[in-house]
């Protein structure tokens, strides 16, 4: 079946460490992104890619970063630097249409916490 | 500067009856809007969308209707379901990126 997925699930990690957030997609699309959730609020864009080995920040990129070295996988790292890391993240990725909305669709997610 | 809002953070139907959704926008350069829907710990679903040049867009017990001069859209399920409880997110579309609200929580009873 097509689809993205994301892993792990369920993630911790300790104050000042790096973590990777996985997000694979077989859609064969052209554009990935990164979400954060935040209780009572809405999506939040952190990096985008429209193509491989090119990618943009989001609205709230500080203390992230990305890389898109193959079409179908656009991992995510939190590093130390981002102040307030725990959150549910989704990817997401379309095909650019101008003619239906560049319809994004989701992975199921991963829940980060900060312990 | 929220450019999309969803003035109500939930909203309780009973089931068989109608759920109207709300979403407002600023900005007048989105030229897509969608809705997704979301159950807790899982990714969003799409629903439906509509282009900014049309008023409405219907699909099965889903609609969307646009109203351009007043910056205002809004999904109408008919009849809702207990199985339609979930969260409901309006997107907006400004170049390649989406724009989302903060959500409205709607809950069928049966």
């Known amino acids: 079946d097509g689809g993205i997925t994301q892993s792990p699930k369920y993630l911790f990690r300790k104050e000042g460490q790096n973590v990777t957030l996985s997000c694979e997609q077989n859609l064969n699309h052209d554009a990935m992104y990164w979400y954060r959730q935040d209780p009572g609020q809405g999506l939040r864009l952190i990096y985008y890619s429209q193509i491989v080995n090119d990618f943009q920040k989001g609205d709230i990129a500080e203390g992230y970063s990305v890389s898109r070295e193959k079409k179908e996988s656009f991992p995510l790292t939190v590093t130390s630097a981002q102040k307030n890391p725990t959150a549910f993240y989704l990817c997401?990725?379309?095909?650019?249409?101008?003619?239906?909305?560049?319809?994004?669709?989701f992975g199921p997610g991963t829940r980060l916490t900060v312990l | 500067d929220q450019q999309v809002k969803q003035n109500s953070p939930s909203l309780s139907v009973q089931e068989g009856r109608i759920s109207i959704l709300n979403c407002d926008y600023t900005n007048s350069m989105f030229d897509y809007f969608l809705w997704y829907k979301k159950y807790p710990a899982e990714g969003p679903t799409f629903l439906i969308s509509?282009?900014?040049?049309?008023d409405k867009n219907e699909d099965g017990r889903f609609t969307v209707f646009l109203n351009k001069s007043a910056k205002h859209l809004s999904l109408h399920i008919v009849p809702s379901q207990p199985g339609d409880s979930a969260v409901y997110f309006c997107a907006a579309r400004y170049g390649n990126k989406l724009v989302f609200g903060a959500g409205t929580i709607l809950r069928v009873k049966s």
């Open positions: 509509i282009s900014s040049i049309k």
């Open positions: 997401a990725s379309s095909n650019p249409d101008r003619g239906t909305g560049d319809t994004q669709y």
